[in-house]
């Protein structure tokens, strides 16, 4: 679903309610984990952290106007879905994730390239999410970010 939201808080508070508080948790855990040198908002529609324009002028490649995106979350029609672009750029993060959320969840892994989708609040693994929030400094992803560009 596609939420036409000016802030976090407006975000949640326009998700169907069984949702809000699985939500909040979730922001409060990425907000109490990600390292700092990341802002929050809203980014493509979603609850989304990125690498703002005063740490990094030139912005998304695609996009410059936008600041360099690395996670974010949304509720969609059947699942709350969690993106993180170290998943798909590390394969190092990948991997431990993969072999970590089994310790976490008993549902099978329902997950894209930089896609975690969890079909049931009560089954996001936010202690796993918590952890994944510190594998990468803004510095870091920066720099992966640039790499990953240079081979394009």
């Known amino acids: 679903m596609q939420y036409k939201a000016s802030s976090p808080e407006d975000y949640i508070n326009q998700v169907p309610e069984e949702r809000q ?3 909040k948790k979730l922001r409060q855990t990425i907000k109490n984990n990600i390292p700092k040198g990341f802002e929050e908002g809203i980014q493509y529609g979603m609850i989304g952290y990125y690498v703002p324009h005063s740490k990094y002028p030139d912005g998304y490649h695609c996009k410059p106007e936008e600041p360099l995106p690395f996670m974010s979350f949304a509720s969609q029609k059947n699942s709350i879905n969690l993106y993180h672009s170290g998943i798909y750029a590390v394969p190092e993060i990948h991997d431990w994730f993969v072999s970590e959320y089994p310790k976490y969840c008993k549902r099978k892994l329902d997950m894209g390239k930089s896609c975690v989708r969890f079909k049931k609040v009560d089954d996001i693994p ?4 918590a952890e994944l929030c ?3 400094s803004a510095d870091e992803w920066i720099d992966i970010y640039e790499t990953n560009l240079k081979k394009k």
């Open 21 to 23: 508080d699985a939500l």
């Open 134 to 136: 510190t594998k990468l």
């Open 126 to 129: 936010f202690e796993l999410i």
